[in-house]
């Protein structure tokens, strides 16, 4: 690192230069300033750390740049909110590259272009790791926010998209550099790393789902069984999930044979795919599904809340078992 | 760390309960939501890095929690704003104890009771080592958020209450145990820890100042040279900067002979006192002083702003010479 904290703070004004609707005042003051906002605030943080979310070897800056941002943004769209601000701090090692730190700025800038928030503030420090901490700021209607507390016996439960794609770029990611080769000669390897390395937050979906009566929302950033079990303890219900109607991403299926893995068991265990799961009650599904039609995403009923608590899982032979809530913890 | 990371939340949680004014959903769902803010926004964050800004063995959890907040707090009263909702986003290290983590909690909680704020969301990760980042948001009436580049030439350059001590408490942290006894035996030992661990916030300050006519201002996290050199920059202006009239704390210059080292020098150059660096039209520097009698705290006119750059620094002997602008820099 060659550059003092001055001069990268100057080169990162220069990543983020352009226009920003609702700014004040962005990079370079103490604080950064933004014109009132309409409705309720939104407020979110989110960190990738070196070694435990990512491996710098095989993410590009840009990348990890994006999905830094992405992943905040997904936490307000579970509210079925709109983001409109972002600060990140980074820790960085001296060992890295001035080049490194704009590409990573340049992702962070390029997923706040794509989400239609911007980037009004950046910390940068040195430190033993890299570790991106963004905060996004959104607004919503008042009283609109979904939260995880409203779901009630007898709603549905969805899911937006399909699940596992990202477990099976993860594995990719972790694999032998002969095994990666043959990963990424096949149709599904580089659909697989793309989902792991770059998440697609749902903010005009979460915004439809709202809208269209979810009565609970959340994204699934540590696996459906977790996620779930978050979810209907928070409202104080159980659930009944139907394993046969977990939409697994195709390219996951496609990739069983050189996964030695059970997609089913990764797509409702891994995490990190940032779809939407949100509970309806029963006559609101199609609805909803009909609003998101115009995103070309699927939704997908996977099972049923119950009275009660925990989760029962049951197979394509009608068996039924209690799933336990795991799925990605920072601390096991 | 014997907890789960839902344990870990489920307790935090435990450390975080009660009243919250205008947090409409706080800890534990995807994103906090807040009722909408009077005025524009103020958004800002900082972290604090095991090995860079503290050592968690002569740090207490509870006073780095405090701090963590407090120079995020700092950074909205350089606005002159009010500080609202923080959130934290926690890197820990495998072998932190769960008690340390509630402790740390503990202390951000505090520090957001100080300073009439709400914590509001809290993510830990595991990671090689301590990270607290924290991002605080706040409002100020619109057009009223005073930046650094305001300043004119002829105006006078202020500070409030003094500087330097938290140069000596970080002197005193890193000496041997055999003068850490000596420093805390002396009247000024606990003074000059105190200031480093345990920072104010001029929130109240910051917003006299701002309705008093401060035509630029800023905290000072990295020393009045360096700090300086940047409000000039941000300004497009220099400054002629009195030696003699800097208000040199005095536990520091009651420490001289134990530090070995120039008490100006430290107060010039060091930092982490949080103090606020504002400039003034000639005539308004005495009201703004009037204004902050209420809070017990000084505000002393340290120079003048003139046209050009740079700083030129005169001593008590009337000579002057260019003031570099050194202190402290994460990536020296």
């Known amino acids: 690192m060659e550059l003092s904290e001055d001069e990268l703070v100057a080169a990162i004004s220069r990543v983020l230069s352009g226009e920003q609707p609702g700014v004040v005042l962005g990079l370079g003051d103490d604080a950064a300033v933004l014109e009132p906002a309409s409705g309720q605030q939104i407020l979110t943080t989110d960190l990738l750390i070196e070694g435990v979310h990512f491996d710098p070897a095989s993410i590009s800056p840009h990348d990890l740049g994006a999905k830094a941002v992405t992943v905040n ?5 579970a509210m079925g909110g709109s983001p409109r601000a972002a600060v990140a701090s980074i820790v960085l090692r001296t060992d890295v590259e001035a080049a490194w ?8 800038r390029d997923a706040c272009t794509d989400y239609a928030l ?7 420090n040195r430190g033993p790791a890299v570790v991106v901490s963004v905060t996004v700021v959104g607004e919503v209607a008042p009283g609109r926010a979904v939260t995880r507390s409203g779901a009630r016996p007898g709603d549905q439960i969805v899911v937006t998209g399909s699940l596992g794609a990202a477990a099976g770029g993860f594995a990719v990611s972790k694999a032998s550099a002969a095994r990666v080769g043959e990963a990424l000669s096949a149709p599904w390897g580089r659909e697989l790393v793309d ?17 269209r009566g979810a009565t609970a929302m959340m994204d699934l950033s540590d696996g459906l069984a977790k996620d779930l079990h978050r979810l209907c303890a928070a ?7 139907e394993l046969e109607a977990i939409p697994v991403a195709p390219a996951l299926r496609a990739a069983t044979e050189w996964l030695e893995a059970d997609p089913l068991e990764l797509a409702v265990g891994f995490g990190e795919d940032y779809e939407l799961l949100a509970t309806f009650g029963e006559g609101d599904v199609d609805r909803a599904r009909e609003g998101l039609d115009p995103f070309g995403v699927t939704l997908t009923a996977v099972g049923t809340i119950i009275e009660g608590s925990g989760i029962v899982a049951v197979d394509a032979d009608g068996r039924d078992a209690p799933l336990e809530a795991k799925g990605w913890d920072h601390f096991s």
């Open 101 to 108: 730190v704009m590409e990573l700025y340049a992702g962070m």
């Open 195 to 211: 989902a792991f390395e770059r998440p697609v937050a749902r903010v005009g979906e979460g915004q439809v789902l709202a809208r």
């Open 235 to 241: 409202s104080g219900v159980g659930a009944r999930l």
């Open 118 to 124: 911007s980037l009004v503030g950046g910390d940068t």
């Open 73 to 77: 943004v997904s936490d307000v769209a």
